[in-house]
T-cell receptor
């Protein structure tokens, strides 16, 4: 069965510092990887997906199939980046596209 | 466009009572998901519909939980009878298809006393 692991429950950095939120997955097929974000009092929403290879709000994530990782990075954190971040995996080799979420990392960016 | 709608937003019941949640997905979205999110954990997929058919319900506790998606649009999730451990936020999401970006509703916070 597929699994997504986010090893850090809490991550705190100062404004302007680099930030990396870790995500590891276990699945032997072809996964689609996502990062979702939930800002305070807002809905869960997509931040980025690996297939689009976009940079959203300064965040990037690279899929490393060898290490089965999809870490989220930003070179200079901003206070408005403080939020809950979830890594998620969807299966591409089935019609279901079944999704699995990690338990999330709470990022706090201090002024 | 209008987002995913859910109701009620909050519900408090006693154990062994029944409860139902409603979800209206984004128009045209074929895939609908119900998740259970227990405090401190990530969303756990309970059931996934493709139009009005179930494509995954492997983590749905079928002895007490049921869900349906009539006419491939709105969906209801029911718990009967509720247990204390069912206290959680129940999230509904929809997407154009499986594996695509999911759009989430605001969730229903259920407290079972």
């Amino acid at each position: 069965a597929q699994r997504v692991t986010q090893p850090e429950k809490l991550l705190s950095v100062f404004k302007g510092a680099p930030v990396e939120l870790k995500c590891n997955y276990s699945y032997s097929g072809s996964p689609e990887l996502f990062w979702y974000v939930q800002y305070s009092r807002q809905r869960l929403q997509l931040l980025l997906r690996h297939i689009s290879r976009e940079s959203i709000k300064g965040f990037t994530a690279d899929l490393n199939k060898g290490e089965t990782s999809f870490h989220l990075k930003k070179p200079f954190a901003q206070e408005e980046d403080s939020a809950m971040y979830y890594c998620a995996l969807s299966l591409l080799n089935t019609n279901a596209g079944k999704s699995t979420f990690g338990d999330g990392t709470t990022l706090t960016v201090k002024p | 466009e209008a987002g995913v709608a859910q109701s009620p937003r909050y519900k408090i019941i006693e154990k062994r009572q029944s409860v139902a949640f409603w979800c209206n997905p984004i128009s045209g979205h074929a895939t609908l998901y119900w998740y259970q999110q227990i405090l401190g954990q990530g969303p756990k997929l309970l059931i996934q519909f493709q139009n009005n058919g179930v494509v995954d319900d492997s983590q749905l506790p079928k002895d007490r939980f049921s869900a349906e998606r009539l006419k491939g649009v709105d969906s209801t999730l029911k718990i009967q009878p509720a247990k204390l451990e069912d206290s959680a936020v129940y999230l509904c999401a929809s997407s154009l298809g499986g594996g695509n970006e999911q759009f989430f509703g605001p969730g229903t916070r259920l407290t079972v006393l």
